[in-house]
């Protein structure tokens, strides 16, 4: 023994070489008190059998911090057991064996101030491919009220948008062009003409709207302002439609949204696949030109919408609060698209609420003060018609915008009829709320009545009333497996 | 002659005094103030009509709103009158509710002015026939 790095090597039994539990490493720790500067996470996790919970919770602690799979004796020339990450419970899931809820506290210096990129590389980086682990799903996130201050949150956000748009105390209504795609630049327009002119506050290009052989982009935007402007003129109101940015660089966005302003659009639009940079860096763009952000979220179904592994989606609304869209989309309930009303009231919650009480019944699993970041506005869209109008009032609120695509556009009696029979049927369950009518109860009555005075809601309500979409939800609350029932 | 949809109920059938009371029951009752505000300018953009004196932040007593509606009503029969429900709450700090309670019997809409931009891009203009055509306080 007369070499010196073998002579120096480290006796202690937490640095010797080699591999030891991660429980054992400092990323467990049942006493751990909780810093208000931390940021907490809770993971739903399945563990391979045989694995212990808590050390696989402890090695998610530790794969989402500081650790690597093996001791490394630079850990000692850090404060290292601040950075580690310390998962500090762990409980079974109510009514499974085999997943477990695991609570980790994570140090706020471990984060890039303002940057989604780098937290999300830290949670979600490389745990979710874990060996010990078979499935993995990040439920919620308590984000410190020093780091939120650090966001720029929604620049317009609920407040600043209604008044805007000069639309107080109803939801706002929209719809998206239909055929989504095909049109061309001219007749595209015209849909958004006939659905503002009918009531509509807002029209939409859909997610896969950008610039195709059918109709590039400028020939869409100037077609939509023109039905725009004819339709504010008509109607003595603000109308908008949120035309699509995305596009494969940001400098192709730029240029868009740059656009976009300059033909005096009140709003753009992007969806979630353009990744967390670009939305942050659109959201600033946004900020900087006084242009809502809409975010259409494309592509969240890949890793939300399975209970075992993925991220839930009221994390995505925290992230996308954090980032600055002014409006996201949240679900229905009613509609086509996945949605137990339980979870769609936790997603409500987390963009709308000043302050998140914990709640397990809709999945809000921290208490967090959202530290002054503008209100996100949800958006309802997806399968949704006026028959449906005490329910969606109920379910979700006033503060939401109701997208009927296909409600809309295919009215028998053309686009403004329909978008006429949406705004009647809003107004009037909305008066009806307001009286403090049991509407939900009487809800077909008041639309029945209302269409006495209104023939295209009529016909609406004849066309659509026994839609229905029932089907049992696949990421619901663990209390209770609601249907999405949307029978009156 | 259009029918301008500013307010939360302006697509349905001019509201009856019984129906704006049990609206503004629901206000006082979340605690909103309410202010009356009227105008002969409606153009979209214009976000400040003028008011018909302060909000009534002490006047919980719906007859007594609807009393001051009605004034101002009489004073005004011409033009557009509307309610405005203000909630002081934090992170609200907004108006909660905005709906017509009064319009001219005809409402002869706006003009869009288009000014031909570079390349294929207009400029757009709306304007107001009733605003263009008579001066503040007669235009209805």
Redesign the interface.
Known sequence: MSDASERSRIKSERYESGVIPYKKMGYWDADYTIKESDVLCLFRLTPQPGVDPIEAAAAIAGESSTATWTVVWTDLLTACDVYRAKAYFVEEVPNSSTEFFAFIAYECDLFEEGSIANLTASIIGNVFGFKAVKALRLEDMRLPFAYLKTFIGPASGV?VE??RL?????PLLGATVKPKLGLSGKNYGRVVYEGLKG?LDFLKDDENINSQPFMRWRERF?YV??GI??A???????KGSYLNVTAATMEDMYERAEFAR???SIIIMIDLVIGYTAIQSMCIWGRKNDTIVHLHRAGHSTYTRQKSHGINFRVICKWMRMSGVDHIHAGTVVGKLEGDPKAVKGFYDTLLL?KLKEDRSTGIFFDMDWASLR?CLPVASGGIHCGQMHQLTELLGEDVVLQFGGGTIGHPDGIQAGA?AN??AL??M??AK???RNYIKEGPQILKD?AK??RPLQTALDLWKSITFEYASTDTMDFEVTPTSSAS | MVRIQQGAFSLSPDLTDDQIKKQIEYATKKKFAIAIEYTDDPHPRNCYWEMWGLPLFDLPDASAILYEINECRKAYPNQYVKVNAFDNTRGVESTALSFIVQRPAFEPGFYLNRQEGKGRNIIYTIQSYAVQSATEGSRY
């Not at chain 1, 000069?166 to 109803?170: H, L, P």
């Not at chain 1, 504010?232 to 603000?238: F, H, I, M, Q």
């Open positions: 407040i209604r008044e000069d639309v107080f105390g109803r009531g100037l302002m023109e402007n004819r504010s003129a008509k109607t003595g109101a603000v300059e033909v005096g000043t209100k006429t705004r009647v107004e009037s909305i008066l307001n009286e403090g209302a005075e209104c």
